[in-house]
Every structure is written in C-alpha cells, then in structure tokens.
C-alpha cells in the first residue's frame, strides 16, 4: 500500500526517481485525486538539502503560528540553494521547499494549497512575509521612533 512503501524511505526513494514526474504530471491533470497525489510528493528543502521530504513532514515541522508553505523554483538543487531569495527566509527560520522539476512549476500551480497551507514561492515579487506579534511589535516600535526623529527635522527645516 502507499502508507507502506512511504515508510521504507529506501523503496520509497527508488519509486519516486521512477514515477515523481508521473506524480507531478497527475496532480496537475487530475482534480479528483489531486490531495491524494501530493502526500506522495517529495523535495528537498534547505533544512534536509540532502533527503526527500514530503508536504506532511514539512507541515509538522512548521514554526508555530507559520500559515505557508515555501518553495522556490530553479534549474538545479545548487542554483536554489545559492539563490538570494532565501536570505530572508533563512533569517526568520522558515524551511523552504527546492522545486527543480520543470513540472514542479505546474505542479505547484494546480496544487495551490496542503493541509490548508497556502504554496508560495520565495521568489514572487512583492512576497508578504510573516511576522511574528514580536515581529511585528518591533516593526512598530521602530516606526514610532521614525516618525518622531521625522517631525523633529521637519520642524527644524521648517
């Protein structure tokens, strides 16, 4: 059965080299059994550069209060992981997903979502981080400082 063979990380690893892009193909084809598809997907991430995780493991792993799922796109396992677009990812601990398929795109476009977690690629312009109620307390705080020096100069220049 699936469950099976998803435990034995060796045989499970021969079978997804021989059937992930049918896999990835399927999830994009196929609405009906689209969910059932992605709890067979697996990608390293740069937490795990060097072992294939699935959607699941990379849920349960999530940072408490994380609602998205990361990914980013590339030609190859090196080229994403050197990509600048993981600094601030990396910085606010959030693991991200290497997706470097040319199918993945596809795949990723169809699937949209897992276990009520938004895809987003780390690559997207305009990519709204989340922000922690610290995060986000600190960012105020930092505001409030602005706006004060902000009046002070304006005062003085007239």
Avoid: W
């Amino acid at each position: 059965t699936r469950g099976e063979l998803a435990e034995n990380k060796e045989d499970y690893k021969t079978f997804y080299e021989q059937f992930s892009k049918n896999i990835k193909l399927g999830i994009h084809e196929d609405n009906t059994n689209r969910d059932k598809l992605a709890s067979l997907l697996r990608y390293n991430s740069t937490k795990y550069p060097d072992e294939l995780i699935s959607l699941k493991d990379y849920v349960e792993r999530m940072r408490e209060g994380q609602k998205n799922i990361y990914y980013i796109t590339g030609e190859s396992k090196k080229a994403v992981e050197n990509s600048p677009f993981l600094e601030k990812l990396n910085q606010k601990g959030f693991e991200v997903l290497y997706m470097v398929e040319p199918i993945d795109e596809y795949c990723v476009q169809q699937l949209k979502e897992f276990d009520g977690k938004k895809l987003v690629c780390a690559s997207k312009e305009g990519m709204d981080l989340e922000e922690s109620e610290d995060d986000k307390k600190k960012r105020e705080d930092e505001k409030k400082a602005c706006e004060q020096l902000c009046t002070v100069i304006k005062e003085h220049l007239g």
